[in-house]
């Protein structure tokens, strides 16, 4: 229960940190004055939240030298504000979170990297969203040599 019998019609409901998907939402009314152990009548909405519908990262692909810094771009559509979080799978398969969610680009200095193939995920979400989890994802792949 969000909120208990009042005379107020009216209620808010914080969305902020909820998961996208398919939300209902009943509206009980009584007689004022009544007993509020039962409904008399009842509606119901619902509500569907949205997320992004899709993430890309640029370079998709590309190659540096070890030491050369590589800046990667998100972008996504579907979403409100989005935010954006970046993983980097190192040449023995292991992820690693580079960047927590915020702002769309993040720079990988690469320093201490060995030669190989990486592999980069940017997860999307529209901000202040549930962010236990990816909705969407962008990939690239790039090779330091």
Not at 74 to 88: I, K, M, Q
Request: positive net charge; charged residues 10%.
């Amino acid at each position: 229960m969000k909120r208990g019998f009042s005379t107020d019609p009216t209620w808010t409901w914080s969305t902020v940190g909820l998961k996208p998907g398919k939300y209902l939402v009943h509206a009980w009314a009584n007689q004022a004055g009544h007993q509020t152990a039962r409904l008399e009548a009842m509606a119901e909405s619902v509500i569907t939240l949205m997320g992004c519908s899709s993430a890309h990262v640029t370079p998709s692909l590309g190659s540096s030298s070890v030491g050369t810094p590589v800046t990667f771009s998100a972008t996504s559509t579907g979403c409100t504000n989005p935010v954006y979080e970046f993983w980097l799978q190192d040449t023995t398969g292991r992820w690693h979170l580079m960047r927590g969610f915020g702002t769309n680009t993040w720079t990988w200095t690469n320093v201490g990297w060995g030669r190989g193939t990486y592999h980069l995920h940017v997860w999307a979400a529209p901000q202040n969203a549930y962010y236990g989890a990816f909705e969407v994802y962008g990939a690239a792949t790039y090779t330091l040599r």
